[in-house]
């Protein structure tokens, strides 16, 4: 089973995909975005908590109408050269202002973590053999950021007024 780290801290993942859970009986559900679309009005009305996954070719923009409903959205990560999750974070965070858990799913390594959570991301799905604590301290990889970010941090140019 895969390690979660949400908000630097390593968690039990309260999450189930539907395809391991397809009653729902955990009550929160990470529904593909195939699916969800298919299956959007079905899904609305049930009580549990609802997220959905998306991969490197959905559009964050089909989501937007769902952002009351959806608490999580899970973006795929094929590899350490597919870098289309981290627009999708961003349009998340500053177009939509999407306030729900980011989470970067699939083939994640140590050394993305840290600008996956500038550019949105707070959860972080990890293989089973992944060492936590390297990876949690990937985070604080760097001390000075040089560019403007989903992380509220200001850029260096602009933290010198230049």
């Given amino acids: 089973m895969p390690q979660l780290i949400r908000q630097r801290k390593v968690v039990a993942d309260d999450w189930r995909s539907i395809d391991d859970d397809p009653t729902g009986r955990e009550r929160a559900l990470i529904i593909p975005f195939a699916r969800w679309q298919a299956e959007r009005d079905q899904w609305w009305l049930w009580d549990g908590k609802l997220g959905v996954r998306i991969g490197p070719t959905d559009s964050v923009d089909a989501l937007e109408r769902d952002f009351l409903r959806i608490s999580l959205v899970a973006i795929e990560f094929g590899g350490i050269g597919e870098g289309r999750g981290y627009t999708q974070a961003q349009l998340l965070r500053r177009r939509y202002h999407f306030t729900g858990e980011i989470r970067a799913v699939g083939k994640v390594q140590r050394d993305q973590l840290f600008y996956m959570a500038r550019c949105g991301f707070d959860a972080f799905e990890l293989p089973d053999?992944?060492?936590?604590?390297?990876?949690?301290?990937?985070?604080?990889?760097?001390?000075?950021?040089?560019?403007?970010s989903s992380d509220q941090g200001l850029s260096l140019r602009r933290r010198l007024g230049t």
């Fill in 129 to 148: 053999d992944a060492d936590t604590a390297v990876a949690i301290a990937a985070l604080n990889d760097f001390s000075v950021k040089y560019q403007d």
